[in-house]
């Protein structure tokens, strides 16, 4: 079983009750989520919007690789509502965002995923709730 550290965005629509269903979406269909943090509000970080937050992060112990996880994650956000993607640092405002933070020990750089997430210690957003669970 590997174990996987996730942050879980959502700044359009009903933010609880999709946070809910992505939690239950992985569970069912990546894992077992074991662990979750709190939700924390936050403005949005890297673009406007009169938009707010919900932020949170999970454990997930799986038995999938890094890159079937990150299909996974991309078809879970896409069913959830989700039609365009980050690209280049231009973020815009999302029912769901998923991005995988840790994978175990496992460092990795593709052109599609980097391990552990570049850019996770520079987002309080981040940080703070992947604290509560470590």
Known sequence: MHVVYLSLGSNLGDRHATMRRAIDMLNAEAGTVDRQSSPLETEPW???????FLNMCVRLLTTLTPEQLLLKTQDVEKRLGRTVKSVDGQY???PIDIDMLMYDDVNISTPTLTLPHPHMHERD????????IL
Not at 46 to 52: L, Y
Request: charged fraction near 35%.
């Open 46 to 52: 890297g673009f406007e919007s009169a938009n707010k």
């Open 92 to 94: 815009h405002d999302r």
């Open 125 to 132: 957003f981040v940080m703070i709730p992947l604290r509560e």
